[in-house]
Protein backbone atom coordinates (compact mmCIF):
# COMPACT_ATOMS: atom_id res chain seq x y z
CA UNK A 1 0.00 0.00 0.00
CA UNK A 2 1.56 3.20 -0.91
CA UNK A 3 2.32 5.13 2.60
CA UNK A 4 -0.42 7.85 3.83
CA UNK A 5 -0.90 9.64 6.91
CA UNK A 6 -4.20 10.56 6.11
CA UNK A 7 -6.38 11.16 9.44
CA UNK A 8 -2.96 11.27 11.42
CA UNK A 9 -1.18 13.80 13.28
CA UNK A 10 2.65 14.69 13.30
CA UNK A 11 4.85 16.23 15.28
CA UNK A 12 8.37 17.22 14.14
CA UNK A 13 10.98 18.94 16.69
CA UNK A 14 13.51 21.41 14.88
CA UNK A 15 11.08 21.51 11.38
CA UNK A 16 11.84 25.48 11.11
CA UNK A 17 14.71 24.51 8.83
CA UNK A 18 16.88 22.12 6.82
CA UNK A 19 15.82 18.35 7.71
CA UNK A 20 12.84 19.03 10.15
CA UNK A 21 11.01 20.90 7.23
CA UNK A 22 11.68 18.75 4.72
CA UNK A 23 10.06 15.70 6.86
CA UNK A 24 7.45 18.50 7.41
CA UNK A 25 6.88 19.40 4.08
CA UNK A 26 6.60 15.50 3.05
CA UNK A 27 4.38 14.14 6.19
CA UNK A 28 1.96 17.20 5.25
CA UNK A 29 2.29 16.43 1.49
CA UNK A 30 1.54 12.73 2.58
CA UNK A 31 -1.74 13.78 4.20
CA UNK A 32 -0.62 14.29 8.01
CA UNK A 33 -1.68 17.41 9.89
CA UNK A 34 1.61 18.68 11.10
CA UNK A 35 2.67 20.45 14.33
CA UNK A 36 5.68 22.44 13.72
CA UNK A 37 8.23 23.16 16.46
CA UNK A 38 11.35 25.32 15.92
CA UNK A 39 12.60 26.94 18.44
CA UNK A 40 14.27 29.31 16.56
CA UNK A 41 17.47 29.59 18.12
CA UNK A 42 20.90 29.71 16.68
CA UNK A 43 23.27 26.14 15.55
CA UNK A 44 24.90 26.67 18.91
CA UNK A 45 21.65 27.08 21.11
CA UNK A 46 21.37 30.73 21.20
CA UNK A 47 18.58 33.36 20.81
CA UNK A 48 15.06 31.97 19.53
CA UNK A 49 11.75 33.45 18.10
CA UNK A 50 8.98 31.64 15.95
CA UNK A 51 9.80 33.12 12.51
CA UNK A 52 11.07 29.68 11.04
CA UNK A 53 8.40 27.20 12.63
CA UNK A 54 5.50 29.87 11.30
CA UNK A 55 7.29 30.02 7.88
CA UNK A 56 6.91 26.18 7.45
CA UNK A 57 3.34 26.17 8.42
CA UNK A 58 2.82 29.27 5.65
CA UNK A 59 4.44 26.57 3.13
CA UNK A 60 2.17 23.72 4.32
CA UNK A 61 -1.25 25.60 4.40
CA UNK A 62 0.03 27.14 1.10
CA UNK A 63 0.04 23.51 -0.66
CA UNK A 64 -3.45 22.75 1.14
CA UNK A 65 -2.22 20.86 4.10
CA UNK A 66 -3.02 21.18 7.80
CA UNK A 67 -0.11 22.67 10.10
CA UNK A 68 0.34 24.84 13.26
CA UNK A 69 3.42 26.47 14.32
CA UNK A 70 4.93 25.31 17.98
CA UNK A 71 8.12 27.33 19.13
CA UNK A 72 8.91 25.23 22.55
CA UNK A 73 12.33 24.05 23.51
CA UNK A 74 12.76 20.24 23.28
CA UNK A 75 14.90 20.71 26.71
CA UNK A 76 12.24 22.13 28.45
CA UNK A 77 8.99 19.91 30.08
CA UNK A 78 7.00 22.41 30.47
CA UNK A 79 7.20 23.06 26.62
CA UNK A 80 6.98 20.04 25.28
CA UNK A 81 3.53 19.17 27.83
CA UNK A 82 2.16 22.51 26.24
CA UNK A 83 3.25 20.95 22.79
CA UNK A 84 1.10 18.03 23.36
CA UNK A 85 -1.76 19.94 24.70
CA UNK A 86 -1.82 22.46 21.69
CA UNK A 87 -1.48 19.70 19.68
CA UNK A 88 -4.33 17.61 21.17
CA UNK A 89 -6.64 20.60 21.08
CA UNK A 90 -5.90 21.59 17.70
CA UNK A 91 -5.91 18.00 16.72
CA UNK A 92 -7.50 15.49 18.71
CA UNK A 93 -4.41 12.94 18.85
CA UNK A 94 -1.07 11.78 17.98
CA UNK A 95 0.43 9.76 16.07
CA UNK A 96 3.99 10.59 14.92
CA UNK A 97 6.83 12.69 16.59
CA UNK A 98 10.04 12.88 14.56
CA UNK A 99 13.03 14.55 17.11
CA UNK A 100 14.78 16.28 14.91
CA UNK A 101 15.76 19.32 17.04
CA UNK A 102 19.64 19.84 17.67
CA UNK A 103 22.30 22.44 17.75
CA UNK A 104 26.55 21.97 17.36
CA UNK A 105 29.18 23.40 19.50
CA UNK A 106 31.95 21.48 17.93
CA UNK A 107 35.68 21.70 19.40
CA UNK A 108 38.43 19.14 19.74
CA UNK A 109 37.81 17.43 23.55
CA UNK A 110 40.91 19.36 24.35
CA UNK A 111 39.27 22.78 23.73
CA UNK A 112 35.31 22.24 24.91
CA UNK A 113 34.17 22.97 28.06
CA UNK A 114 31.65 20.83 29.90
CA UNK A 115 29.28 23.13 29.46
CA UNK A 116 29.57 22.62 25.44
CA UNK A 117 29.22 18.99 26.21
CA UNK A 118 26.54 19.07 28.64
CA UNK A 119 24.70 21.65 26.53
CA UNK A 120 24.90 19.67 23.12
CA UNK A 121 23.56 16.63 25.32
CA UNK A 122 20.84 18.31 26.98
CA UNK A 123 19.63 19.38 23.38
CA UNK A 124 20.21 16.06 21.33
CA UNK A 125 19.82 13.26 23.92
CA UNK A 126 17.69 14.64 26.71
CA UNK A 127 15.53 16.82 24.29
CA UNK A 128 14.73 13.66 22.61
CA UNK A 129 14.06 11.59 25.67
CA UNK A 130 11.86 14.68 26.95
CA UNK A 131 9.92 15.17 23.86
CA UNK A 132 9.38 11.77 23.74
CA UNK A 133 7.94 11.04 27.09
CA UNK A 134 5.49 13.71 26.80
CA UNK A 135 3.84 12.15 23.83
CA UNK A 136 4.27 8.60 25.61
CA UNK A 137 1.37 8.51 27.64
CA UNK A 138 -1.05 9.72 24.93
CA UNK A 139 0.15 7.15 22.43
CA UNK A 140 0.03 4.14 24.99
CA UNK A 141 -3.35 5.45 25.56
CA UNK A 142 -3.80 5.14 21.51
CA UNK A 143 -2.57 1.71 21.55
CA UNK A 144 -0.19 3.22 18.42
CA UNK A 145 2.54 5.72 17.50
CA UNK A 146 5.54 5.99 15.52
CA UNK A 147 8.90 7.70 16.62
CA UNK A 148 11.69 8.83 15.41
CA UNK A 149 15.12 9.34 16.51
CA UNK A 150 17.77 11.44 14.66
CA UNK A 151 21.32 9.83 15.15
CA UNK A 152 24.83 10.40 13.09
CA UNK A 153 27.64 8.53 11.96
CA UNK A 154 29.79 10.78 14.29
CA UNK A 155 28.44 8.89 17.17
CA UNK A 156 27.90 5.40 15.61
CA UNK A 157 31.56 5.63 13.54
CA UNK A 158 32.67 8.84 15.35
CA UNK A 159 34.29 12.56 13.75
CA UNK A 160 37.09 14.63 14.78
CA UNK A 161 35.88 17.49 17.30
CA UNK A 162 32.32 16.60 17.56
CA UNK A 163 32.70 14.04 21.32
CA UNK A 164 29.17 16.02 22.79
CA UNK A 165 27.47 15.25 19.40
CA UNK A 166 28.72 11.78 18.91
CA UNK A 167 28.58 10.86 22.66
CA UNK A 168 24.39 12.25 22.40
CA UNK A 169 23.76 10.77 19.00
CA UNK A 170 24.72 6.99 20.52
CA UNK A 171 22.66 8.00 23.44
CA UNK A 172 19.66 8.12 21.06
CA UNK A 173 20.38 4.53 19.37
CA UNK A 174 20.06 3.33 23.34
CA UNK A 175 16.55 5.12 23.83
CA UNK A 176 15.02 3.54 20.64
CA UNK A 177 16.93 0.14 21.43
CA UNK A 178 15.15 0.24 24.96
CA UNK A 179 11.73 2.00 24.48
CA UNK A 180 11.26 -0.37 21.15
CA UNK A 181 10.20 -3.16 23.84
CA UNK A 182 8.56 -1.18 26.29
CA UNK A 183 6.36 0.41 23.25
CA UNK A 184 5.83 -3.19 21.59
CA UNK A 185 2.62 -3.97 23.55
CA UNK A 186 1.12 -0.18 22.68
CA UNK A 187 1.52 -0.52 19.38
CA UNK A 188 4.26 1.81 19.13
CA UNK A 189 7.17 1.51 16.82
CA UNK A 190 10.62 3.22 17.43
CA UNK A 191 13.38 3.85 14.49
CA UNK A 192 16.40 5.78 13.73
CA UNK A 193 17.57 8.09 11.03
CA UNK A 194 20.98 8.95 10.82
CA UNK A 195 21.15 11.61 7.73
CA UNK A 196 24.31 13.13 5.76
CA UNK A 197 22.34 16.32 4.82
CA UNK A 198 23.29 19.73 3.93
CA UNK A 199 21.50 21.65 6.18
CA UNK A 200 22.97 25.13 8.58
CA UNK A 201 24.10 22.44 11.28
CA UNK A 202 26.53 21.54 8.00
CA UNK A 203 26.88 24.41 5.32
CA UNK A 204 30.52 25.28 6.34
CA UNK A 205 31.66 22.02 6.76
CA UNK A 206 31.55 21.01 3.06
CA UNK A 207 32.48 22.49 -0.12
CA UNK A 208 29.28 23.36 -2.44
CA UNK A 209 30.08 20.64 -5.01
CA UNK A 210 29.04 18.25 -2.21
CA UNK A 211 26.33 20.56 -0.80
CA UNK A 212 24.54 19.98 -3.88
CA UNK A 213 24.49 16.40 -3.66
CA UNK A 214 23.49 16.17 0.11
CA UNK A 215 20.19 17.91 0.03
CA UNK A 216 17.90 17.14 3.10
CA UNK A 217 14.82 16.35 0.23
CA UNK A 218 17.30 12.73 -0.46
CA UNK A 219 17.00 12.30 3.39
CA UNK A 220 13.52 12.86 4.36
CA UNK A 221 11.92 9.63 2.32
CA UNK A 222 13.53 6.99 4.37
CA UNK A 223 12.55 9.55 7.53
CA UNK A 224 9.22 9.97 6.55
CA UNK A 225 8.77 6.11 5.76
CA UNK A 226 9.95 5.18 9.03
CA UNK A 227 7.38 6.68 11.06
CA UNK A 228 4.38 5.00 8.64
CA UNK A 229 2.16 2.16 9.65
CA UNK A 230 4.01 -0.40 7.69
CA UNK A 231 7.17 0.77 9.03
CA UNK A 232 9.13 -2.06 11.45
CA UNK A 233 10.81 -1.02 14.70
CA UNK A 234 14.27 -0.73 16.00
CA UNK A 235 15.94 0.06 12.60
CA UNK A 236 18.35 2.55 11.75
CA UNK A 237 18.50 3.43 8.55
CA UNK A 238 21.52 5.41 7.18
CA UNK A 239 20.31 8.13 4.26
CA UNK A 240 21.71 10.81 2.08
CA UNK A 241 22.72 11.46 -1.12
CA UNK A 242 20.35 8.96 -2.48
CA UNK A 243 22.05 6.22 -0.91
CA UNK A 244 19.75 4.68 1.97
CA UNK A 245 21.30 1.59 4.19
CA UNK A 246 20.70 -0.21 7.56
CA UNK A 247 22.95 0.38 10.25
CA UNK A 248 23.40 -2.98 12.43
CA UNK A 249 25.16 -3.92 15.82
CA UNK A 250 27.39 -7.28 15.11
CA UNK A 251 29.56 -8.96 17.73
CA UNK A 252 31.92 -11.54 16.80
CA UNK A 253 31.32 -15.26 18.07
CA UNK A 254 34.14 -14.99 20.51
CA UNK A 255 35.64 -16.85 22.51
CA UNK A 256 34.80 -19.04 25.66
CA UNK A 257 37.12 -19.78 28.13
CA UNK A 258 35.03 -20.75 31.02
CA UNK A 259 36.51 -23.52 32.93
CA UNK A 260 40.20 -22.88 31.59
CA UNK A 261 42.86 -20.56 32.87
CA UNK A 262 41.77 -17.33 31.94
CA UNK A 263 44.12 -14.55 32.51
CA UNK A 264 44.92 -11.63 30.65
CA UNK A 265 47.42 -13.13 28.93
CA UNK A 266 45.04 -16.01 27.34
CA UNK A 267 42.82 -12.87 25.95
CA UNK A 268 46.17 -11.19 24.64
CA UNK A 269 47.52 -14.75 22.91
CA UNK A 270 43.90 -14.75 21.66
CA UNK A 271 42.58 -11.73 20.30
CA UNK A 272 42.69 -12.56 17.13
CA UNK A 273 40.00 -15.21 17.71
CA UNK A 274 37.98 -13.13 19.68
CA UNK A 275 38.14 -9.94 17.53
CA UNK A 276 37.62 -11.81 14.19
CA UNK A 277 33.93 -10.77 12.35
CA UNK A 278 33.94 -13.78 10.10
CA UNK A 279 31.05 -15.42 12.27
CA UNK A 280 29.89 -12.39 13.34
CA UNK A 281 25.93 -12.19 15.38
CA UNK A 282 23.48 -9.49 14.82
CA UNK A 283 21.85 -9.55 18.31
CA UNK A 284 18.32 -8.37 18.72
CA UNK A 285 18.10 -8.01 22.25
CA UNK A 286 20.79 -7.50 25.64
CA UNK A 287 19.28 -10.57 27.12
CA UNK A 288 20.06 -12.72 24.39
CA UNK A 289 23.45 -11.66 24.70
CA UNK A 290 23.06 -12.92 28.35
CA UNK A 291 21.73 -16.29 27.16
CA UNK A 292 24.10 -16.89 24.34
CA UNK A 293 27.59 -16.47 26.45
CA UNK A 294 25.74 -18.52 29.55
CA UNK A 295 24.47 -21.56 27.15
CA UNK A 296 28.72 -21.39 25.85
CA UNK A 297 29.76 -21.33 29.73
CA UNK A 298 27.74 -24.29 30.16
CA UNK A 299 28.63 -26.01 27.01
CA UNK A 300 32.62 -25.85 27.94
CA UNK A 301 31.80 -26.70 31.68
CA UNK A 302 29.93 -29.62 30.26
CA UNK A 303 32.50 -30.95 28.15
CA UNK A 304 35.41 -30.55 30.90
CA UNK A 305 33.36 -32.60 33.46
Known amino acids: MPVSFKDQVAIVTGAGGGLGRSHALMLARHGA ?10 RDGSGGNTEASEAVVREITAEGGRAIANAGNVTSEADMAALVEQTLSAFGRIDVLI ?4 ILRDKSFAKMEIDDFRRVVDVHLLGTAVATKAV ?8 YGRILVTSSTSGSYGNFGQANYGAAKMGVLGLMNVLHFEGAKYGIHLNAILPTAATRMTDDMMDPTMLELLTPELVSPAAVWLVSRDAPSRTALLAGAGTVSRLALVESQGVCFAGTDFTPDTVGERFEEIATLDRQIEVMAGLDHVDRIIANARAAL ?3 G
Do not use: I, L, P, S
Open 136 to 143: WAKMREQA
Open 99 to 102: NNAG
Open 33 to 42: AVVVNDFGGG
Open 302 to 304: ATK
